[in-house]
């Protein structure tokens, strides 16, 4: 995603960020693939390494914009979690239930309250609030509408011409998009072409189609997903800063959001004049869906040490494992990889989601059904990882909390710690995030007479406060180096822990909780229920 390779290397200045940590990067020539962001100095794990304000050049894809502030990017659900702590605008003045507020002009955009709806307006909003008024109530898709922000805010001098600059040097793969060969019905360039004439007549700019088809083309390959702090895709975000961040199939830095606020931690020590590094993929897929996703998306075969190995490695193991590749064939491995990722789509089809949970578990168990007999598939291995993340959701939403639980400690114990091995993952902080979530609502429903969670309980003899404890306790030791103290989702785990701490002040542990001693003697439990938890359900569902 980075700028053109340069005839420039070493270091060739700093990046100007907002905050503190400006001095921490500079630009230099990245080994094989131009341009890169390398470390000023050495990093601890868990660091910040930059911290940008993405609110301008941010948009929101289009079903997001009635549940989703226009300006700081709070859902309802944070609003109602955390006030108006943070001072950025979360619900700012309301009280009770939040309500959204529709911008009165164009009735489309939403904010949260008074502050954001003053910022929102002063930096683009009221430029862009005429067009989206004649459209109504049709929305532009989300990379006409940046694009659009982009050239209004350049008309109106309220975007720097170093910032254009920085956009256009950005890389834009338009003869790339020309080329693509694309399955039937998909045609990229078309598309390009036709956002570009969107943002030209809307815009009213004077600057050439050809130019705007290659500022489409740099959205396309240069923009992040805007986030959640729990990683809930919102929408777009363009950062010509953040586009200098090269691919590596092991990367050492992490991207995450606050808000509007964009920030790079590091996911383990970096020494200084290292090149820093992000994931523009999925990086736990198997090495030949990485690099067909690296190729058919960003148009690079990617030479990380990964994916260099012999054979190629995911997550630093081989790929595929010994005792898999020893019990199945390539082409084995590859038609029942192929088969559950079919049973997935087909559970995520609109008319199965019409139907509810009862219709989307059936392809999911069956997909799951396909691995069980092959005791050599690692439950890490994707698409198996990504299926039980998904079936964990449709039990949830089905309330079958006993299974949903166990699958959860399965990803906990058995999954989590080889995709994502760093104790400040963000993913993995989130992870055990919902799990508390998970452990919480299965102690309410236990109480409230769940004649399974209440077996469950009896079975292993479970001390759900001692569970909570120390999940809370591994979250809060992680998310300052995962997220920042300062985030939203920091200020969400703080706020979980102090409730949690007043309810335990008096339970047999006191205010300080338990001990060490306590929580191994509880994970040792839970480490069964995960090895042995769905076998016994299945049991005791079948003798009901």
């Given at each position: 995603m980075n700028p053109a390779t340069s005839s420039t290397s070493g270091k060739v200045g700093v990046l100007s960020t907002s905050g503190p940590n400006n001095d921490h990067t500079y630009i230099g020539q990245a080994e094989a693939a131009g341009n890169g962001l390398f470390a000023a100095r050495a990093f601890g794990a868990g660091e910040l390494v930059l911290k940008l304000n993405a609110d301008v050049t941010s948009v929101l894809d289009s079903p997001r914009l009635g549940v989703v502030c226009e300006w700081c990017f709070v859902t309802v659900e944070e609003v109602e979690a955390l006030g108006n702590e943070d001072g950025e605008g979360s619900g700012e003045g309301s009280e009770g239930k939040v309500k959204l507020r529709k911008c009165g002009g164009c009735g489309i955009v939403r904010v949260c309250g008074e502050a954001c709806q003053k910022a929102s307006w002063k930096h683009h909003h009221k430029h862009e609030c005429k067009i989206f008024k004649r459209l109504y109530p049709k929305v532009l898709p989300n990379t006409v509408r940046l694009l659009l922000r982009l050239l209004l805010l350049r008309q109106n001098n309220v975007l720097p011409q170093s910032d254009w600059e920085g956009f256009?040097?950005?890389q834009h793969h338009l003869e790339d998009f020309k080329a693509q060969k694309e399955p039937q019905g998909h045609n990229t360039w078309e598309n390009i072409q036709l956002m570009a004439r969107a943002a030209k007549e809307y815009s009213g700019t004077k600057e050439d189609i050809g130019k705007l088809e290659g500022m489409v083309g740099r959205i396309l390959i240069n923009s992040l997903t805007l986030v959640t702090p729990t990683y809930t895709p919102l929408g777009l975000s363009l950062s010509p800063t953040a586009a200098l961040l090269n691919h590596s199939c092991t990367p050492n830095t992490c991207i995450s959001f606050?808000?509007?606020?964009?920030?790079?931690?590091?996911?383990?020590p970096i020494p200084k004049d290292t090149e820093l590094t992000i994931s523009y993929i999925d990086i736990t897929n198997p090495a030949s869906t990485r690099r067909a996703d690296l190729l058919s998306r960003y148009?690079?075969?990617c030479?990380?040490?990964?994916?260099s190995a012999t054979p190629p490695q995911t997550l630093g193991r081989a790929d595929p494992p010994p005792a898999l590749?020893?019990?199945?064939?390539?082409?084995?491995?590859?038609?029942?990889?192929?088969?559950?990722?079919i049973l997935i789509q087909e559970s995520l089809d609109p008319a199965v989601l019409a139907q509810g949970p009862p219709a989307r578990l059936k392809p999911l168990q069956e997909a799951l059904a396909l691995f069980q007999p092959h005791k050599t598939y690692p439950p890490y291995r994707q698409p198996l990882a990504a299926l039980r993340a998904e079936l964990v959701l449709v039990l949830l939403a089905a309330q079958h909390w006993v299974p949903a639980l166990v699958?959860?400690?399965?990803?906990y114990f058995h999954i989590d710690p080889l995709l994502f091995p760093e104790v400040v993952h963000p993913v993995r902080v989130v992870h055990k995030w919902v799990l508390l979530k998970l452990v919480l609502q299965v102690v309410a429903v236990g109480q409230e007479g769940d004649a399974g969670v209440q077996a469950l309980e009896q079975k292993w003899g479970l001390e759900w406060g001692v569970v909570v404890w120390g999940l809370l306790q591994e979250v809060e030791g992680s998310v300052g180096g995962s997220h920042g103290a300062e985030s939203r989702f920091a200020a969400e785990v703080r706020?979980?822990?102090?409730?949690?701490?007043?309810d335990a002040r008096g339970g047999p542990y006191?205010?300080?909780?338990?001990?060490?001693r306590d929580v191994e003697r509880e994970w040792g439990k839970l480490r069964k229920v995960a090895d042995e938890g769905l076998a016994w359900w299945e049991a005791r569902q079948k003798s009901a």
């Open positions: 256009l040097n950005l606050s808000g509007p606020t964009l920030s790079v931690r590091t996911l383990r148009f690079f075969r030479t990380c040490p990964a994916c590749a020893a019990a199945l064939s390539p082409t084995q491995i590859d038609g029942l990889e192929t088969r559950a990722r699958h959860s400690l399965l990803t706020r979980e822990g102090e409730r949690f701490r007043v006191g205010e300080k909780g338990p001990g060490r």
